[in-house]
């Protein structure tokens, strides 16, 4: 059966997660254009194999085994054998719902030649635990970031996680890098698509939950932050004119003393801390049954670094040298002027057609603000023009209209948060918002039905 769409999964021992995400892809909504399945078992030592060739389905299933090779390598390898024209690139830990494939297609047909992007924020679930919470949040504050009109995508909002592309473009860009092979596989990926001018773009309702109350823990927390570690190590020598946004750059730039000390613990004193180290997660659940938060905190940044560093020191060694920053200055990027006294939809045209990576926006002789320059992000584009505006007016006139309502000074503006600016300005989230609090009380009120029982 010939198919459109092929929808790639990397899986490494999530066999029960595994099914129950193949069921809702089986349940795609009437109407969904024709697409395969492939599932790209990368070194499970699980019933994952037994449960695939046991699994019937209405939709084509197909499935490539590898010896735990990685996410990378295992979503290139699935792309290789892949049918569809279109490739869908989807977690093991997300459950899409049952208009998932439908959204990818349909914005690809409204805009061919780009990037899509869908939307998986945790599933709701009742959480108690500081590094549960701590997850969740992030994720959330991300698609919320992400999800907002005429957002401005940068090379880290590109996750393997809920992503479609051509399969041409896909082979075009040489695939994900085998170097990143277990961590920033998409970042690196999202800057080299950026760099080349592809347009990215954000489907709503491309929407999949996020099981990462189920996969994440302390333990595999600190094991993903020495990958992150040696990858951002591998993208500073990859990509040196962004290595000011890494987090790696941060540790170099430090005072020489500091920065002496920290390159001995990476490269030479891993023999003697790696055990007691291994004891963090532990001693962090501890702290917070105890209810010490701050210095839960403070133990938990501190572990982070250790893991983050020790994996950097696998490629920059003892001499942790950096390679010279090649960014160009201000005064090299060419700013475009755009007078609004043409009206928007001709600052709009102006804007798709040059597509600046800094513009000055006026009205006559007055100057509106300036678009600015950001690294690793995509150029300007006409639909960043009216929200930029947006919020701009928002910024600029709520503070002061909250502040005369609250009768404070109106020279001193109450400020608003991104999150409350962005809620303001983004009713698609918004609903995904509300439903995710539907569902999360859907769950808590049987289980609370159930501990009222059994107090009976």
């Given amino acids: 059966m010939a198919v459109d769409v ?61 010896p735990g090779v990685g996410p990378a ?49 945790p599933l709701p679930h009742i959480a ?10 992030w994720w959330t504050r991300h698609f919320e970031r992400v999800s907002r009109p005429g957002h401005r995508f940068a090379f880290t909002d590109v996750l393997t996680g809920n992503l479609s592309l051509d399969a041409e473009l896909f082979h075009a860009m040489g695939g994900l890098d085998p170097q990143f092979a277990r961590a920033r596989e998409d970042f690196e ?23 990462e109350h189920q996969t994440s823990t302390l333990t595999g927390k600190m094991v993903r932050r020495h990958q992150e570690g040696r990858s951002d190590a591998l993208m500073a020598r990859k990509h040196p004119d962004i290595q000011r946004l890494l987090e790696i750059h941060r540790f170099a ?34 702290l917070e ?23 950097a020191a696998e490629v920059l060694g003892v001499d942790w040298r950096l390679p010279t920053d090649p960014a160009a200055s201000a005064d090299d990027i060419e700013v475009l002027e755009i007078n ?26 007055v100057l509106v603000g300036d678009m600015g320059h950001q690294i690793g992000a995509e150029p300007w584009d006409a639909r960043h023009l009216r929200p930029w505006l947006n919020r701009r007016a928002i910024h600029g006139y709520l503070p002061v209209a909250l502040a005369e309502w609250l009768g ?42 159930y501990d009222n029982t059994g107090k009976s």
């Fill in 289 to 311: 049954k105890a209810g010490l938060r701050r210095l839960y905190e403070k133990l938990e940044r501190q572990l982070n670094g250790y893991h983050y560093l020790r994996g």
């Fill in 6 to 66: 092929s929808v790639i999964i990397p899986t490494h021992n999530r066999a029960v997660m595994l099914r129950s995400l193949l069921g809702k892809l089986d349940a795609q909504r009437d109407g969904t254009p024709a697409f395969e399945v492939l599932v790209v078992a990368d070194g499970c030592e699980d019933d994952t194999s037994t449960m695939l060739a046991s699994l019937r389905t209405r939709v084509p299933l197909r499935t490539l085994s590898l």
């Fill in 408 to 449: 404070q000074p109106t020279n001193v503006p109450t400020p608003l948060s991104d999150f409350t600016l962005n809620i303001l300005n983004n009713p698609s989230f918004r609903v995904h918002t509300i439903e995710q609090h539907l569902q999360w009380t859907q769950a808590k009120l049987p289980s609370a039905l």
């Fill in 253 to 286: 730039g430090r005072k020489r003393r500091k920065r002496r000390l920290q390159m001995t613990i990476a490269t030479r004193a891993g023999s003697v801390l790696d055990p007691l180290v291994k004891a963090g997660p532990r001693v962090l659940q501890m």
């Fill in 128 to 137: 108690k635990d500081r590094f549960r919470l701590n997850a969740r949040a």
């Fill in 340 to 365: 609004l006294e043409q009206g928007l939809e001709g600052a709009e045209a102006m804007l798709a057609e040059r597509r600046p990576l800094a513009a000055r926006i006026v009205n006559g002789r």
């Fill in 73 to 121: 390598l295992a979503r290139n390898a699935g792309a290789q054998v892949a049918s569809g024209r279109l490739l869908i690139f989807l977690d093991d830990d997300i459950e899409p719902g049952e208009n998932f494939v439908w959204a990818h297609v349909v914005e690809h047909q409204r805009q061919p030649g780009g990037v899509v992007l869908g939307p998986y924020p």
């Fill in 189 to 211: 990926f999202g800057l080299r698509l950026i760099k080349k001018g592809v347009p990215i773009r954000f489907a709503p309702d491309a929407l999949g939950y996020h099981l």
